[in-house]
């Protein structure tokens, strides 16, 4: 069985959501149609021992795989949380949503039980992006879905819909496959998926995770006022 990813296990840590996502507005056609659905469903059946995502399943949201680092800041801003690797040149950003979440925090800060958000994250190899990482603790997550697989789509008609061979965990709250670089995050008790992952290739899906995130709390509340 494969593993759970650890960066979905620290954001589900928390119980309430935030209010409702305020992302970037989505690109013509992401909401539109079943192109990356039936592009899967196409795609699966050949067994290509090397996959790779089909185009229509490359971008979520504004963010698709190859872009530039520069071109990802001019859409979607400053990231709120950025890493860089060790061992290899290798960049993480990530965004919190909804956006403008630290700066709440930093005016009302609140318990660390009563947090909870949304995030995007991508690593960057030489200056383009590699993984994308789209996660919403409710299966909210506006504008950053893939085009026929949506957050909150429930992951048994996705399965139908697109065929292959499908790799869950022991729990049952991540799947993927043997060979095409796609993820999805369930959550169990609705089978439905809060999260979508892919990456240029299976490889660089399985070497990624988000990374921790740092609570920022009041030396005499102990109120969280930021995350980084």
Known sequence: MISRPPSFACLLCAAVFLGVAQAAPAPDGVQAGTACREALGQAFPAQDPVAALPEACRRVGPVALGMHQ???????????????????????????????????????????????????????????????????????????????????????????????????????????????????????????????????TKQDLDHFSLPPLRLDKDGRSGLVRGIH
């Open 70 to 200: 520069q071109d990802v800041v001019d859409a979607l801003g400053k990231p709120d949380a950025t890493r860089h690797g060790g061992a290899r040149p290798d960049t993480v950003f990530v965004y919190l949503y909804p956006r403008g979440l630290n700066e709440r925090l930093a005016r009302h800060p609140r318990p660390a039980g009563s947090l909870a958000h949304g995030a995007l994250a991508m690593r960057f190899r030489g200056d383009r992006v590699v993984n994308v990482i789209a996660f919403g603790p409710h299966g909210e997550l506006p504008g950053f879905g893939l085009k026929g697989l949506a957050l909150g789509t429930d992951v048994g008609a996705v399965l139908q819909a697109i065929g292959g061979q499908p790799l869950w965990n022991a729990s049952r709250d991540y799947v993927q496959f043997a060979t095409m670089p796609l993820g999805l995050e369930v959550d169990p008790d609705t089978s439905a998926v809060v999260g979508l992952d892919i990456a240029a």
